[in-house]
């Protein structure tokens, strides 16, 4: 089975400053998806991002963009000019091309300090 | 275009009784997927569900079971509760069609098992 791994339990950055969240993961497949889904108090999951793994070009949206690397089964997050509203649960996640089901890691909370 | 509902918000038991969460799909979505979020963890999948049949499962027991109505709700249902049944649980929906599947996840419910 897959696994999915985030090394980092809670993380915190300045209000306006980069903060790069870590995720790893373990798979035999070449072709799959990789998601970053954000946890804010409400619970409510929200996608951030999304990466298909044959795409060697790095996704972005905005202030947030990954850092993927296939060849060591790397997926990081890196948040830019920070702000309070993304102060939530990080959850990276993935997902096998023909599968049904999704793998998250065990989250990191961030913490945005004024 | 209604988002992924559930209900009810919070819920208590006692250990051996039985439960039942329900979930609407976000319009248009076909199939349903249902998760097990415990304190400080991430999301694990107990199955997904297109049109009401069950495709696929995770590490869960039989005890576990789910349905999915022709308007594509969903019901998860619980038996035998055991005290480490206590978690949030996370309906998401997705087409089964879609490009990169991506999965709209509602609130969630929190079950508590005394």
């Known amino acids: 089975a897959q696994t999915v791994t985030q090394s980092q339990p809670e993380m915190s950055v300045q209000e306006a400053e980069t903060v790069t969240l870590s995720c790893t993961y373990d798979t035999s497949e070449s072709d799959y998806y990789l998601f970053w889904y954000k946890q804010p108090p409400s619970r409510q999951m929200i996608l951030v991002i999304r990466?298909?793994?044959?795409?060697?070009q790095n996704a972005t949206e905005n202030r947030f963009s990954v850092n993927f690397q296939k060849a060591a089964k790397s997926f990081s997050l890196k948040i830019s000019d920070s702000q309070l509203g993304d102060a939530a649960m990080y959850f990276c996640a993935y997902r096998s091309k023909d599968g049904n089901q999704f793998y998250f890691g065990t989250g990191t909370s961030l913490t945005v300090i004024p | 275009e209604t988002g992924v509902t559930q209900s009810p918000t919070h819920l208590i038991k006692t250990r051996g009784q039985q439960v039942t969460l329900r979930c609407s799909s976000q319009?248009?979505?076909?199939?349903v997927s249902w998760y097990q979020q415990a304190l400080g963890q991430g999301p694990q999948f107990i199955f997904q569900y297109y049109r009401e049949e069950e495709n696929g499962r995770g590490n869960f027991p039989p005890r576990f079971s789910g349905l999915q109505f022709p308007n594509y709700s969903s019901e998860l249902n619980v038996n035998a509760l055991e005290l480490d049944d206590s978690a949030l649980y996370l309906c998401?929906?997705?087409?089964?069609?879609?490009?990169?599947?991506?999965?709209?996840f509602g609130p969630g419910t929190r079950l508590t098992v005394l």
């Open positions: 990466q298909e793994a044959y795409k060697q």
């Open positions: 319009s248009g979505h076909n199939t």
């Open positions: 998401a929906s997705s087409l089964r069609s879609g490009v990169n599947n991506e999965q709209f």
